[in-house]
């Protein structure tokens, strides 16, 4: 019955001891998982903050070479824009530089027309002025004539424009006309010029050459073309101003279509006197 009772007591303090170090295994387990779930949470949060700045680098290098494509994309337009205009530039300064050779050559045609124009001008301007030495050397050998009568004078010269008078020609008509010759002729670029490249030189092209000369020594040659006239006056002994008060209206009364305000009169001295150039036309 002892030995019973003994056993008993044994196996219940062999419980007792068995349970308090399972419990001390267990708080020891909790203890350690605690501490082992704070090492995880911080690796976790350590691996979060790393994802996290990795993230952010790699939003940044795709930020920076979004920006970087856009603005390689806006240069590549810029100069493709830039290209485009520096064709367009040198497509104009192609064709202006064809227009400038183009007009260069017309304005070479053209001088050289007038040059030869000049030519025949002074050709008959000449002629004029022996026609003009020859009357004169008639008229002095001419007895019924008197040497006041071939003398040029400022006196006879130096006649005013009255009211009534509208162009040079009735000034004109108060001297004495001893030779007048027209000739005429055909100028290509006279048509061209009124009709175009493909003008009839017949239609536009013919020139009228008008020469008179008057016993006081005054020389008129007239020009008359197509749609306009143009005059060279040569006036002996007067000077510039003397002309230009005599007959500066009258010039300008002369252009047709251009009015009188737009006119130009060009006064030059000259061997045959003060030479007056003008001319008008539509």
């Known amino acids: 019955m002892k030995k019973d009772i003994l056993f008993i007591l044994l196996l219940v303090l062999g419980f007792e001891s068995f349970g308090q170090t399972k419990k001390n295994q267990i708080e020891d387990l909790t203890k350690k998982s605690d501490s082992l779930d704070q090492v995880i949470l911080f690796e976790r949060k350590g691996a979060q903050m790393k994802k996290y700045q990795y993230d952010s680098t790699v939003q940044q290098f795709e930020v920076s070479r979004q920006n970087?494509?856009?603005?390689?994309?806006?240069q590549k337009e810029t100069i493709d824009s830039l290209n485009t205009e520096l064709r367009g530039l040198n497509l104009k300064m192609h064709k202006l530089n064809q227009e400038k050779?183009?007009?260069?050559?017309?304005?070479l045609e053209k001088l050289n027309s007038k040059i030869?124009?000049?030519?025949?001008l002074q050709k008959q301007l000449f002629s004029l002025a022996d026609s003009l030495k020859m009357e004169r050397s008639i008229n002095n050998n001419n007895a019924s004539k008197t040497s006041e009568e071939t003398e040029v004078t400022f006196k006879k010269l130096n006649k005013p424009a009255n009211a009534t008078m509208n162009e040079v020609t009735d000034w004109l008509n108060q001297f004495t006309i001893i030779s007048e010759q027209t000739t005429f002729h055909y100028d290509l670029e006279t048509a061209k010029f009124y009709g175009g490249e493909s003008a009839s030189i017949e239609m536009f092209g013919k020139v009228t050459l008008k020469n008179t000369l008057f016993q006081e020594g005054i020389i008129l040659i007239e020009r008359s073309e197509?749609?306009?006239s143009s005059y060279q006056l040569y006036i002996p002994v007067l000077e510039i101003q003397d002309v230009k008060r005599l007959i500066d209206r009258l010039c300008?009364?002369?252009?047709?279509?251009?009015?009188?305000?737009?006119?130009?009169?060009?006064?030059e001295k000259t061997d045959f006197g003060v030479k007056v150039s003008w001319g008008g036309g539509c």
């Open 116 to 120: 030869s124009e000049n030519l025949a």
């Open 101 to 107: 050779l183009s007009e260069t050559a017309e304005l």
């Open 68 to 74: 970087k494509e856009k603005m390689i994309l806006k």
């Open 252 to 267: 300008r009364n002369m252009g047709g279509c251009v009015s009188s305000d737009e006119m130009q009169v060009n006064y």
């Open 226 to 228: 197509y749609e306009g």
